[in-house]
Structure formats: structure tokens, C-alpha cells
């Protein structure tokens, strides 16, 4: 097998956890000087495409190119941490690592962010009925201890689905809270008017709503977004008082 230097596996290891990432977030993530200059970065990802080290998916609705581990890649990584990506969902994987990376910002509040394919290697047993959310942040704010599940919504589902997973958040001792992720304000207030139907409009002190156009248009800035929260428009940012 054809090795991969030491320092050039420091810099794609993120995408184990991330998954997915365009090239700003594989930056971000960096340690070495180096791999936080653009021109350099982008020649060494071109290199570690023709060796097999990271895939390329170019998303038509950002229009930017978002890199994730080969089988080769993630055995000299981490062999036990599959990626388990599909082509179907490509976008709404690199949207939810997108949005998990802003959100592993909030450092006053936010801890530890694990995506669904760590939950999912994490897990010693399941249950048929367990909702595994996209990913799940866990922090403390106010000198109280949170458990997060996200969703990322791309098309509108079922109002059947949407009930069902919104039910099952509410009834659900783990976790604290569930926040949905939104490409607009009208699948937000579509979600909203279906869990107010069917679970009560209390829905919302537990299930957050939020629209985040940037991050789905490729610009990973959560701060131009809106939510709703306990019946009233507040983004993610202002929730942590960020």
C-alpha cells in the first residue's frame, strides 16, 4: 500500500470525524501553518485525488467541490471509522458537516459534536424504533449540561416522517433538545405548522427550527439565519448569545 506522509494525514484525519468538508473547512481545521494557504492546499488535495487518498463531490447547488476519505485513506486513518458515504447524499452530508463545523464554533457552550457514522460506531446495540439523528452536539450553557439532536432537512418529507422522528424527540429521555436545519424560511414554517397540528404547539420548547440559506448556498455563516424558539424568531447565534 502506498504510504501517505505523516503531515499530509494530520491534515485530511478530520475528515474521519467531518466526513465531508470543501477545501475552507479542511483549513479551519488545520494545525500547520502551511495547510491554512489556499494555493497550497488546493494543489496537495488535486495530488491526494490521483493517489487515492480523498474523493472530490462538486455540488451543482454551491457550486464547490467538497473532499472526503478514500476505503484506501480511511484504513491508514482509521480503520474502524467508516464514512458510509452514498452519492444519493452527498449534499445533504457535506450540508450537515457544514453546519456541524460553524456550530463546533460556539466554543463558550459547545463541546463535542459527533456526526451520524460516529454515533453509529459508537453504538454497542440498537433498537428498532431509536431515531439516530445526522449528528448530535453536547455542551452546557447557564451551568446546565445539553444533549442536541440535529436534522438536516433538504426536501420537505412526508408529514407522516416528519411526525413520527418530531414524536419521537419529544417522548425521548436523551436528549434535551432537537434542532432542524432548514435551506428556507418556507420548509421551516411548513415543519413548524405540522408539529403544531399534530404535537401541540408546546413542540417548540423542545424542537428548535432553523433557517440557513448561507450554509446551502455554499457560504458557511450561521449568522444570517433565522429560528424559531419557544414561538419566537431568534437564529442559532443569538440562542447562545454568541
Known amino acids: 500500500m502506498e504510504n501517505l506522509r505523516t503531515d499530509y494525514k494530520y491534515f485530511i484525519s478530520p475528515l474521519s470525524d467531518w466526513r465531508i468538508l470543501d477545501i475552507k473547512g479542511l483549513m479551519e481545521c488545520a494545525t500547520i501553518e502551511r495547510f491554512k494557504k489556499y494555493d497550497y492546499v488546493r494543489k496537495l488535495l488535486h495530488k491526494m485525488k490521483s493517489q487515492n487518498f480523498v ?79 445526522d449528528a448530535r452536539v453536547s455542551g452546557s450553557f447557564n451551568g446546565k449540561s445539553f444533549l442536541i439532536a440535529i436534522e438536516v432537512e433538504i426536501n420537505q418529507k412526508e408529514k407522516s416522517r416528519i411526525i413520527f422522528k418530531g414524536n419521537n424527540y419529544l417522548k425521548s429521555s436523551l436528549y434535551n433538545y432537537a434542532f432542524y436545519f432548514f435551506p428556507d424560511e418556507k420548509m421551516m414554517n411548513n415543519y413548524a405548522r405540522a408539529f403544531a397540528s399534530e404535537l401541540g404547539n408546546d413542540f417548540n420548547q423542545k424542537i428548535f427550527l432553523f433557517s440557513t440559506p448561507e450554509i446551502f448556498n455554499g457560504n458557511n455563516d450561521l449568522a444570517n439565519s433565522t429560528g424559531l424558539i419557544n414561538g419566537k424568531s431568534k437564529s442559532v447565534l443569538e440562542l447562545f448569545g454568541v
Do not use: W
Request: proline share 3%; net charge negative.
Open 55 to 133: 474523493n472530490i463531490y462538486y455540488s451543482p447547488f454551491t457550486k464547490k467541490n467538497y473532499y472526503f476519505l478514500t476505503t484506501k485513506s480511511e484504513a491508514l486513518i482509521n480503520f474502524d471509522q467508516k464514512n458510509s458515504l452514498s452519492e444519493e447524499t452527498y449534499y445533504h452530508d457535506a450540508m450537515v458537516s457544514s453546519i456541524c463545523v460553524e456550530l463546533a464554533k460556539i466554543k463558550s457552550s459547545v463541546e463535542k459534536v459527533e456526526l451520524e457514522h460516529v454515533i453509529k460506531n459508537g453504538r454497542s446495540k440498537t433498537s428498532f424504533d431509536e431515531i439516530i439523528p
